[in-house]
Structure formats: C-alpha cells, structure tokens
C-alpha cells in the first residue's frame, strides 16, 4: 500500500487553483480596461475622447482577457485531471489490497475521461470507493467519522440540475418558462444567473467530500503503516525468541560449547 495523501493534496490545491482562476478571470476585461485608461499615450487618449473608440478600446480587452483566460484555465485544468486520475488510480489500488470494489483502478480511470459521461460516472465510482473504505474502516474499528454522504449526493444533484439547464430547448410551456413567470423573472437572466450559482456550489461541494474522503484515506494509511511496522516488530522478536530456544536446546544436548566452556 502507498501513500497517496500528497497526490490528494495536489489534487485538492488545483480543484482551489480552478475556482479563484475562474473568479478572477472574469473581472479581468474590466481590470485591463482600467489600466488602458489610465496609461499615459497620445493613442490610447485619442481614442478614449469618441464612443465608438471607447466600446473599441473595451472591446479589445474582452478579446485579450478571452484569450488569456482560455490558456491559463486550460492549463490548470489539464494539471488537475493529471493529479486526479493519478490519484484515483492509486486510491482504487490500495483499496483493492485491503478489500473489494466493483470498478478497477484501470477501469475507473477509463470511465471517467468519457466526454459528459464520465463526469457523472465518476459518482458512481466515487460512491462505490467510500462504500468499500467506510466499510473495512468500520470493521477494523478505526473509522472515527462517518463519510459526509447527503453533501456528495447534494453534488450529483446539483449537477443534473445544471445539465438540465445548459441543454433545456426553448419552450414557451415549458417548466422552467413557467416557473421563471411565476416568479417574476427574466427566463435568460435567470438561468445565466442560476449557471453560475450552481457551477459555484458544485465545485465547493465537490471539495469538500473529495477533501473527507482524503482526510479517512490518511487515516487509514496511518494504522496501516503502524500494523505493518507492529507486525514487522512481533516477527522479529518472535525470531530471535526461536533462536534462543534453538541455542539452549543445542547448549543442553551438547551440541554447541557452553558460555563457561568458551570462556575458558
């Protein structure tokens, strides 16, 4: 078994990296927008005195901010899937030296990269590990808090409620048009406004049961680590106790010269 504490960490930190990048990124155009206006040149002044070359200039930054974010976000997320399925490769591992689980490591590496799929699949496999760790936990008496469960199935729904609202068709009588009328809403502003929501609570709930589910994984590497090094300290022992016994039987038959004998 191996430690993959430090490999959940990283994975934990990029999960974080993506969040503030996406938070940040967003208020970029207007923050590269500010610094234009305030450098000091005959063009950029130029073009500040006319509408058209203020929506210009604004413009200009949306497409450097656009291209800039696309980079940076891609880059962090690319590190991010790296981290993840290396760790959920050698998680799966070490569960499978300690118990069963219905997805191999492999397996469950090649389920989750399906585009759209795998994304939701990997509920499935995730559940399924902290079924499998909860459960040998459990019965080797060293599981001190339970899984957060209702947080991770608060996180497959709220995907599936924002996959409705990225896919729903246009439909006067649909649901939702109802439902935003009877509020009082604006259909667009609403769902646009509902998306971000919900991009923002999935990823803080997925951090918070990927970071229990670390915190029992450290723990049970912890008290594997101690029983293996118990268990490597009673064999030794239990040798050289052989080898006592062994001694005094070969000093009792003669076999081998006596302390006194080899003194003299």
């Not at 504490?5 to 934990?12: D, F, I, Q």
């Not at 590190?79 to 490591?105: D, E, H, M, Q």
């Not at 502003?189 to 609570?201: D, M, P």
Request: glycine letters at 6%; hydrophobic letters at 50%; charged letters at 20%.
């Amino acid at each position: 078994m191996q430690d993959n504490t430090k490999r959940g960490e990283r994975v934990l930190f990029w999960m974080k990296v993506i969040i503030v990048l996406f938070f940040v990124l967003r208020f970029l155009p207007v923050l590269l927008f500010g610094l234009l206006t305030l450098a000091e040149g005959n063009f950029v002044q130029s073009i500040m005195k006319s509408t058209a070359g203020f929506w210009y200039l604004f413009g200009i930054c949306i497409v450097i901010s656009m291209v800039f974010s696309g980079f940076v976000l891609l880059g962090a997320f690319f590190a991010f899937c790296v981290r993840y399925l290396s760790w959920l490769y050698r998680a799966i591992s070490n569960l499978r030296l300690l118990t069963t689980t219905s997805f191999s490591p492999m397996g469950a590496v090649l389920l989750t990269c399906i585009p759209y799929f795998g994304y939701f699949l990997n509920y499935f496999i995730f559940r399924d590990m902290v079924k499998s760790q909860e459960k040998y936990m459990e019965q080797h008496g060293i599981l001190k808090k339970r899984f957060p469960k209702k947080i991770l199935n608060a996180w497959f729904i709220a995907s599936l409620v924002l996959l409705i609202l990225v896919f729903e068709e246009p439909n006067p009588h649909g649901f939702m048009t109802i439902f935003y009328m009877t509020l009082g809403f604006d259909g667009n502003n609403a769902i646009t406004f509902l998306e971000k929501t919900l991009i923002v609570i999935i990823s803080i709930l997925y951090i918070m049961s990927f970071s229990a589910y670390v915190k029992q994984e450290r723990e049970l590497f912890r008290v594997h680590t101690e029983e293996l090094f118990n268990k490597h300290v009673d064999e030794v022992i239990r040798e050289r106790e052989i080898e006592r016994v062994a001694k005094m039987i070969r000093e009792s038959q003669g076999l081998e010269p006596t302390q006194t004998n080899q003194e003299k």
